[in-house]
């Protein structure tokens, strides 16, 4: 069974830069899943961050990237904002119509 | 300015059909290069992608939901439809309707709307 994982929660300090991650078990993550990037605030639907592994969405903050690093995509955040404190998820496309959702990260900023 | 709206029953009971509607508006869904579909988080828990559809009707499936989900579109209303049969408690979640790039990634999301199962 295809698992996508991500660290169930990080923390980052106001101003510094946090990276996270998306795994699959088994394998490795490249380009070809296309991964995407989703942010949620308490209450409200998932704001999408970033797609096909680095380009942003409209209106996001060039402080969100995303890349390959080794074999997980990664979501960087840089300079990073009390408002930034939430929750995190990827996305992996396997293809055949199917999308596969990480367990999502919730960021801590203190 | 796309927009997507979730309709249908807050409560369904055990073994009954889940019936959502999602109207589309500011863009049609008969574009090119995007699908359409489901995607549900139970209370206090994460996202899980439940199908996907092109306007065509091509349609595409969970494993793990397949055998009691179905997807549909009408395009003449500008709107797709989820049919999840045989429901229990663990099938109570936030059911969003997004639309998708091709490559499977949400791009647009709705508000979302709560279906409890109980009896």
């Known amino acids: 069974q295809t698992v996508v994982t991500q660290e169930p929660s990080f923390s980052v300090s106001p101003g510094g830069t946090v990276t996270l991650t998306c795994g699959l078990t088994p394998g490795s993550v490249s380009t070809t899943f296309y991964p995407s990037w989703y942010q949620q605030t308490p209450g409200q639907p998932p704001r999408t961050l970033i797609y096909n592994t680095n380009i942003r969405s409209s209106g996001v903050p060039h402080r969100f990237s995303g890349s390959i690093l080794g074999n997980r995509a990664a979501l960087t955040i840089t300079g990073a904002q009390a408002d930034d404190e939430c929750d995190y998820y990827c996305?992996?496309?396997?293809?055949?119509?199917?999308?596969?959702f990480g367990g999502g990260t919730k960021l801590t900023v203190l | 300015q796309l927009q997507l709206r979730e309709s249908g029953p807050g409560l369904v009971k055990p073994s009954e059909t889940l019936s959502l509607t999602c109207t589309v508006s500011g863009g049609s869904i008969t574009t090119d290069y995007y699908y359409w579909g489901w995607i549900r988080q139970p209370p206090g828990k994460g996202l899980e992608w439940v199908a996907s559809v092109y306007y065509s009707g091509t349609a595409y499936y969970n494993p793990s939901l397949k055998s009691r989900v179905t997807i549909s579109v009408d395009t003449s209303r500008n709107q797709f439809s989820l049919k999840l049969t045989s429901v229990t408690a663990t099938d109570t979640s936030l059911y969003y309707c997004?639309?998708?790039?091709?490559?499977?990634?949400?791009?647009?999301w709705g508000q979302g709307t709560l279906v409890s199962v109980s009896s």
């Open positions: 996305v992996l496309y396997m293809g055949s119509g199917i999308s596969v």
């Open positions: 997004a639309r998708l790039h091709t490559s499977g990634s949400p791009d647009s």
